[in-house]
């Protein structure tokens, strides 16, 4: 065997190198410290796709069904990123959260978050109108839910501190380095790169908004597709840097997966409004106008895409409608705070999020995993999967250990 060849065996091979993959590899090396452990990440720096482009919020698990590994995962994580962040000296605030019920409808949807909050374990307080008004002076409501336990942190910080001691301990980690197909033997893997081609013994895939293509690449049986949105954020002007004390969300609609337009305090001091939910034509498509001839085939032979945009038609054109006409976007967060205006919704970049849907055109809420003999994949991490980065990399340890053990 040449010394080339044995050169490009490792261990475990690691795709993607966003917060869940570097969460898992750096994980990976704790766990196995003698085994060659590989990151393939097609970007020139770590956390540039859903991790990178996210509101920075350390979520406390206020949505999420009891029991659920959302719901697990979210509040082991918060826990997690915070000891983290403390042991390696990267900033984050706790500053709480405040779910805003503007109406009689929002506030029933706000009572049964209270009810899920209790159910989770989560510390929650009721507010009502007069109480909200002494937390936020600029924030009109009829009642809140205040969550102290929310924070927000710079996870790009976080990701490249990853990097930083996945390499030290003796990983990998290959940049500019794009997966152009997955072959799978009784023996090992045969990845194929751009630049070269390795094999391994085991393979990882935290492919995010390219999931699905690389199930595909080893023809593993699956009955769903990624399907772009647009998350389109604002920045407020400095002026504003104090307009909140909190994170201010709206009550979410409880049939669907996104949160609402939410006014962010960021780690920086700034403060952003956003994100929107729209439906994207390209899977890394950041700028104003973007569309990808390739995107777009894969979606519109995908029945589950036909039958999304029936079940949601209005949600969809409303979403639309607002990511072109300013006003529209504005009226979503002049309900709960009038002194934003249109001269103050400036610039800021979009992120997409990778969101799994099935043929029968239903939304994946919760994580989804396929895996075949030597190969794991993470099909779905939705949010809170930034915040759920650390357990989900142990729960995709475990997944992996019983593939070993089992091959």
Request: aromatic letters at 10%.
């Amino acid at each position: 065997m040449s010394d080339t060849f044995k050169n490009s065996i490792y261990d475990i091979a690691v795709i993607g190198a966003g917060i869940v993959g570097l969460s898992t590899a750096w994980q990976l090396l704790q766990r196995y410290p003698k085994y060659r452990i590989l990151l393939i990440e097609k970007e020139s720096e770590v956390g540039q796709h859903q991790t990178g482009h996210n509101s920075g919020v350390i979520h406390a698990g206020v949505y999420y069904a009891p029991g659920s590994l959302k719901a697990d995962f979210c509040q082991r994580g918060a826990k997690a990123t915070k000891t983290f962040c403390l042991q390696h000296d990267i900033e984050f605030d706790e500053c709480g959260k405040l779910l805003v019920a503007t109406n009689a409808l929002e506030k029933e949807r706000m009572d049964a978050l209270y009810l899920r909050c209790q159910e989770n374990g989560l510390e929650v307080h009721k507010l009502d109108q007069v109480q909200l008004k002494e937390r936020e002076p600029n924030v009109k409501g009829i009642a809140a839910l205040f969550v102290p336990s929310t924070g927000i942190v710079s996870y790009r910080k976080i990701c490249q501190k990853l990097a930083e001691l996945f390499v030290q301990k003796g990983g990998e980690l290959r940049l500019n380095t794009e997966v152009k197909q997955l072959d799978e033997s009784h023996e090992r893997v045969a990845i194929t790169l751009n630049n070269d081609v390795v094999h391994t013994s085991y393979l990882v895939s935290c492919g995010g908004l390219m999931a699905d293509r690389l199930t595909r690449m080893l023809k593993i049986p699956t009955d769903f597709q990624i399907i772009p949105f647009r998350g389109e954020y604002y920045q407020l002007p400095a002026k504003h840097n104090r307009i909140v004390n909190h994170l201010i969300y709206p009550i979410p609609d409880p049939d669907l997966p996104f949160l609402g337009v939410h006014l962010t305090r960021m780690i920086d001091g700034s403060v952003t409004v956003g994100p929107n939910a729209v439906q994207g034509w390209k899977r890394e498509g950041y700028g104003r106008i973007n569309i990808s001839l390739r995107d777009v085939f894969d979606m519109v032979r995908f029945p589950g895409f036909w039958k999304l945009l029936m079940n949601h038609w209005k949600t969809g054109l409303r979403e639309t409608k607002n990511s072109w006409y300013k006003p529209g976007y504005l009226a979503q967060v002049q309900k709960y705070c009038d002194l934003v205006s249109l001269e103050d919704l400036q610039v800021y970049p979009a992120g997409i999020r990778a969101q799994a849907v099935m043929n029968d055109g239903s939304l994946v809420h919760d994580f989804l995993f396929a895996q075949s003999a030597r190969t794991l994949h993470v099909c779905n991490a939705p949010s809170p999967a930034a915040t759920s980065a650390f357990p989900i990399g142990a729960y995709i340890i475990d997944k992996l250990d019983e593939q070993i053990t089992s091959v």
